[in-house]
């Protein structure tokens, strides 16, 4: 087991041509977390020994991960950390990729758009492009051994399942997005073509609880995000390796830093950060750094950052920063290094499932602007871990007010970091998981949940909110 100060420092090998980013079975295990000791000097013994506990009544179990890139975005952030974390607690997991032409992730963008409450249809050539991929997946054995449970995540990968379930495995579901409930409701066309996919499953799981659609055929548990506070973007950083990467990208680190960190995505609400940095620059001597980098299942990430490059091109003030993909670690690095380098960050979306860079921030103590949409009401709470986007000219204000009074600052992301530290750390989610599981196929047997069933082990799950 590696030390946590050895922690990822080896270098990371291309996934096989087959899709396999991890697998202790195949011998190709290209990155691991800490021991678990480390973990337990942050979150304690007894959270660990619940972690444990549920790790016990698994072992023997062989799980598989499946979603549509190991580059880019939250999904694969949470993997690199909680597949060999699983390894690390006796629980075999596996990671592999499903393939697809550009074809097939510009369908799945739509689906995902159209998911978060975007206007549009899915033609029956979007479904015929989406039917065949997973097929084509299917044929070449994707699955090229037999779990016994299997996490399916975000919409790419959710109809594999039709294909490729065999008796006596238990299929989750594992939606990230922010889906809006209208589209949802029963009797949509929309509602029908996600059901006909997801029936096939033994139960989803929901970042909260209004995301969880009123009229499904099957259980539901409502299981957030979480950051892992050892890997490469979140451990502690020296002065130097933040003074190394803002020097490289021509920063200078005695103008405060206003900072938007996250995927170049059109929810993203990049718009909102530059009117907001222009308001508070008049009044203020700040920067502004953009920074993010281009997800491979992501097609609209493109067009995203050329319109916020034609925005900026001539102002010096701000750091548009497409951030290098093809090292994972230098990335994770330079990620951590602006946030811990940024005096307030920001992240105004339109939709956001949960919002890890959000909770990355957090566990920096960093006072953090962001929308009260989607799962952010999980982390921010206004006044208190951080201050809700409204108006670009409120949100102008809040800054200049946290740049002018640096005590006041330094209290709210305390209070951030703090929360993050008691709710949205991998041990605890991971517990989370491997009881979800234990539930469907230990507790429940052959009694099956109600398909009405909606399971939370916490208190952030309220009925009153669900849409």
């Known amino acids: 087991m590696m030390s946590a ?23 190709f295990c290209p990155f691991s977390v800490p021991s678990l000791d480390a973990y337990t000097a942050i979150v304690g013994e007894r959270r660990m020994e619940r972690l444990e506990k549920a790790a016990q009544k698994l072992k023997g179990l062989k799980f598989l991960e499946l979603n549509a890139t190991a580059r880019g975005g939250g999904v694969a952030e949470m993997l690199y950390s909680s597949v060999p974390f699983l390894n690390a607690v006796g629980i075999e997991d596996e990671w592999k990729v499903i393939k697809g032409e550009e074809s097939y992730f510009e369908v799945t963008k739509a689906l995902h758009n159209l998911l978060q409450g975007k206007k549009g249809k899915f033609t029956p050539e979007m479904k015929q492009i989406y039917f065949s991929t997973l097929e084509k997946n299917a044929r070449e054995n994707i699955i090229d051994y037999s779990p016994d449970v299997v996490l399916v995540h975000d919409p790419q990968p959710l109809g594999l399942t039709r294909f490729l379930k065999k008796k006596g495995e238990t299929w989750f579901w594992r939606c990230h997005i922010d889906i809006e409930g209208e589209v949802m409701n029963n009797g949509s066309r929309l509602w029908s073509f996600v059901t006909s996919w997801a029936q096939h499953y033994d139960a989803a799981i929901f970042s909260a609880s209004h995301y969880a659609p009123s009229c499904w055929p099957l259980p539901e548990f409502i299981i957030p995000p979480f950051i892992d506070p050892l890997s490469e973007k979140n451990r502690e950083l020296t002065r130097e390796e933040i003074d190394r990467v803002l020097e490289k990208y021509h920063i200078d680190f005695r ?3 206003i900072a938007q960190i996250g995927r170049f995505d059109p929810w993203k609400g990049f718009d909102r950060t530059l009117a907001t940095f222009r308001r508070v620059r008049e009044e203020k001597k700040c920067q502004l750094v953009l920074a993010g980098g281009l997800a491979s299942d992501d097609p609209e990430g493109v067009s995203v950052l050329s319109d916020i490059y034609q925005q900026t091109e001539r102002d010096e003030d701000i750091h548009v920063l497409n951030l290098p993909m093809a090292d994972r670690l230098e990335n994770c690095l330079e990620v951590n290094a602006l946030q811990r380098a940024a005096s307030v960050i920001m992240q105004p979306s339109t939709k956001e499932g949960f919002g890890l860079v959000i909770t990355e921030a957090l566990w920096k103590g960093k006072p953090v602007i962001a929308s009260e949409i989607g799962g952010i009401p999980l982390q921010i709470k206004d006044e208190s871990t951080g201050y809700y986007y409204k108006t670009s000219m409120r949100a102008a204000e809040k800054i200049i007010y946290l740049l002018s009074h640096q005590k006041a600052a330094t209290s709210l992301g305390a209070r951030g970091r703090e929360y993050v530290g008691e709710h ?8 989370d998981y491997l009881i979800a ?15 009405d069933s909606i399971i939370s082990y916490h208190p952030w799950f309220k009925l009153g909110k669900r849409r």
């Open 5 to 27: 100060d050895e922690y990822e420092k080896q270098p990371v090998l291309l996934p096989p041509d087959d899709g396999t980013v991890y697998s202790k079975r195949k011998g």
């Open 437 to 451: 599981t234990d539930t469907i196929i230990n507790v429940a047997g052959d009694r099956k949940l109600h398909p």
């Open 424 to 431: 949205f750390l991998l041990p605890d989610r991971i517990a």
């Open 255 to 257: 103008v405060p830093i």
